[in-house]
């Protein structure tokens, strides 16, 4: 057997500034400290921060009034930034930055009278948050056959924008056939799908292809991981998503496959690294990095 672990995989700039700001909160303000919803969609992040005293909220009366709240990832809408004000919570916020570029243009094509369609999967965090920053503006479009079917109050003033851990091509798809039914819609000055889910599914396109077999680690509520994992499987490449080495099932090889190892941007390289031992442990693997580019952004930290 052979593994081919894909580079990059797992974790992104945003989610390592998340991951840094909690840790930095707890540090310096001690537990409980609160967190809106989960600070990246992984249980293995998520159960670690609650071994140390992290309580996470669906809302922010779930918080005693006067404590710190931090902002998750994947963006709040202006309604729960007001009532955290009005709990006197001190909040902090690790929104990633690429999300908040799509908040800020979603307030700009309001403000300039656009209806939005906002390309999204409904109830994700992230749309729930970009889309309370101008609700009555906003058309949610989850697939192809949504464009037919949306109401707008005039086709000539159309904007749209993405959220940003969608499938590529599945976006790309989704804009072409916004243009042919609104050629005059305007998109952002640069694509919101961010560089880590882009670069995540261009290795898997580009190593699908010598693979038998692909995991993906990574939870199952993480959009990105599971793009990760319908990629493969349009690659005609069997696909599993798996949370750790607990959920692999060894009667997926016979021992002579390649394996396609990747990790979606909130998977830890850790369980990563317990995935592939516990192949090579009963297998004989061996093990090659093959490097598709390099990612070298980092975000600064918020205020803690």
């Known amino acids: 057997m052979r593994i081919i672990l894909a580079e990059p995989r797992g974790f992104c700039a945003g ?43 669906d809302d922010p009366s779930e918080a005693p009034e006067g404590a710190f709240l931090l902002y998750s990832a994947h963006g ?38 656009y209806t939005i369609l906002l390309i999204g999967h409904a109830g994700h965090d992230e749309v729930v948050g970009t889309m309370g920053e101008a609700s009555d503006s906003i058309r949610l479009i989850e697939q192809v056959a949504d464009i037919d079917r949306v109401d707008v109050p005039d086709p000539s003033k159309i ?23 609104f050629p005059a819609a305007v998109g952002p000055p640069r694509n919101d799908i961010c560089y880590a889910t882009q670069n995540r599914q261009e290795a898997v396109r580009l190593l699908a292809a010598e693979s038998d077999v692909v ?15 319908e990629l493969a499987r349009s690659c005609g490449v069997p696909s599993h998503l798996i949370d750790g080495p607990t959920d692999i099932d060894l009667g997926w090889f016979s021992g002579e496959e390649t394996v396609l190892v990747t990790a979606g941007a909130s998977a830890p390289e850790s369980i990563v690294e317990e995935c592939v031992r516990m192949i090579r442990e009963r297998f004989g693997a061996s093990v090659e990095t093959r490097t598709i580019c390099r990612e070298q952004l980092r975000f600064a930290l918020p205020k803690v």
Not at 23 to 39: C, D, F, K, M, R
Not at 77 to 106: S, W
């Open 159 to 181: 904007a749209y924008l993405t959220q940003t851990t969608l499938s590529v091509d599945d976006a790309a798809r989704i804009i072409e056939h916004l243009l042919r039914r």
């Open 15 to 57: 989610v390592n500034m998340a991951i840094e700001a909690l840790t930095s909160a707890i540090a310096t303000h001690g537990a409980p400290l609160y967190v809106y919803h989960e600070i990246v969609h992984n249980k293995w992040v998520v159960d670690s921060f609650r071994r140390k005293g992290v309580v996470f909220v």
């Open 215 to 229: 995991l993906v680690i990574g939870s199952r509520n993480s959009s990105n991981s599971r793009r990760l994992a």
């Open 76 to 113: 709040v809408p202006p309604n729960i930034r007001q009532q955290a004000q009005r709990r006197r919570l001190k909040t902090i916020d690790a929104t990633c930055p690429l999300v908040t570029k799509v908040h800020r243009e979603a307030i700009r094509f309001a403000q300039e009278g």
